[in-house]
């Protein structure tokens, strides 16, 4: 098996190629994140074949380079998991504001979209083969102070739903997992209650599932599908006044918090 994860340097991308180690400990994974020396560490706590591919998924020709380095060195992924994403406050009309909002954009979809396309076309003709999209259960409803990520996550849920469908009867399956609260450096900072927080080995398991199973879409925790469906049908007169006063995420833009 041959795994490719980005965001893989901590977090969910960490815990993911931890669990694929786990399962299988002959798999080739390779490691796509910005931060050298922390994707060292976590190939060093993988052993076996590992792959460090250091680009910022924001680098479109960059993650394409890594991507045909991983192909000439270990063949075409069966699985591809764009993990990669950040967050942090955003307030339409705050100074500096606008570039955060667009970074998070960028990062969390385009991201997507380009770490797809390096590695689709020689995808194809593998059966079985697995694109993984990481959205959240923050792109079902708008959350106030967390506009951009909300906004990336809906447009993360609705891009791989589309592609789905148009690789319906190819050789590539699309999984969207959707994590509620997880235990992770991107949760600790949060200044608000995280019900059903769940510790990120266990979400990874849960997650490596169904990628296996290839589910077209599914919330981690399941705890979380419930309040996801719940969201979707509450009519918006009760869903603003339940969230008008909720505490928000601090802005990235003051300096108090920055994406991971």
Partial sequence: MRVVITGASSGIGEALALEYRRRDPQAVIGLIARREASLA??????????????ADVGDRAALAAVAQRFVDAAGVPDIVIANAGISGGTRTGEPGDGEVFERIVQTNV????????????????????????????????????AGGYSASKAAAIAYLESLRVELRGSGVRVVTIAPGFIRTPMTASNPYPMPF???????????????AAGRSFVVIPWQMAWVARLLR??????????????????????????PR
């Fill in 110 to 145: 385009m991201g997507l979209v380009d770490t797809f396309a390096a590695f689709l076309p020689l995808m194809r003709e593998a059966r079985g083969a697995r694109l993984v999209g990481i959205a959240s259960v923050a792109g079902v409803r708008g959350l106030p102070g």
């Fill in 41 to 54: 560490r976590v190939a060093s706590a993988l052993g076996g074949p590992v792959h460090c591919l250091c």
């Fill in 197 to 211: 927080l769940t510790d990120v080995d266990v979400f990874a398991a849960r997650a490596c599932d169904a990628i």
């Fill in 233 to 258: 049908v509450l009519p918006d007169g009760l869903f603003d006044r339940a969230f008008a006063r909720a505490p928000r995420k601090a802005r990235v833009a003051t300096g108090s918090s920055e």
